[in-house]
């Protein structure tokens, strides 16, 4: 984890740190210790602050995953493409057949985003979850959601190369989508 994607662990020191000088400083009254606290209560704010200036490649994944989802519910098939890599033409075909079939209501929450970085950084794998209501031609249905996602950094863009879904409980890879991508690549060949 970089120190920027959490500054909490920092704070916590700084403000312990600034409560030891604050009382040794009422025992002693020295003036440096009480600059010294100062400083402390300073770098609070400036750990905050750089935490709010550096996005991390783990949070721009985890933009990612939200941008694409978001796009999804809001029916911007354009905009919800734009985050598919041009390499993974089963990932768009998948997408344009599910943008025909269901719809996302706006209850739909994304949470509990996990990612990690591999390959030295130029690859994520993130899992996540979306449950919210959907809407398909049967009807409205609740559903609940845990998906693995594979991106890659293109040209300082991270653009989703794989998406599996996955048991909600046990985190298993479940194989609907597989039927769906043969049904898509026999309908729309290279």
């Known amino acids: 984890m970089w120190p920027s994607e959490n500054p909490w662990p920092m704070a916590i020191v700084f403000l312990v740190l600034a409560i030891v000088l604050t009382i040794l400083w009422s025992q002693h009254r020295k003036s440096w210790m009480l600059a010294a606290t100062t400083g402390c209560l300073l770098l609070i704010g400036a750990a905050f602050l750089y935490d ?16 694409m989802t978001h796009a999804f519910r809001d029916r911007n098939l354009d905009q919800t493409l734009s985050y598919v890599s041009d390499s993974a033409r089963d990932i768009k075909l998948l997408i344009g057949n599910a943008y025909n079939w269901v719809q996302l209501q706006p209850d739909m929450r994304v949470t509990d985003i996990q990612t990690e970085l591999v390959a030295g950084g130029a690859r994520a794998r993130a899992r996540f979850r979306v449950n919210g209501s959907i809407m398909f031609s049967g009807g409205t249905d609740r559903v609940a959601t845990l998906w693995e996602s594979k991106w890659q950094d293109e040209d300082g863009q991270w653009k989703l190369i794989e998406i599996t879904p996955l048991d909600p409980v046990t985190g298993e890879p479940e194989s609907y989508l597989d039927h769906i991508r043969k049904d898509v690549r026999a309908r729309f060949p290279l």
């Open 52 to 67: 709010q200036a550096v996005v991390t490649p783990r949070e721009q994944v985890s933009d990612s995953v939200l941008g």
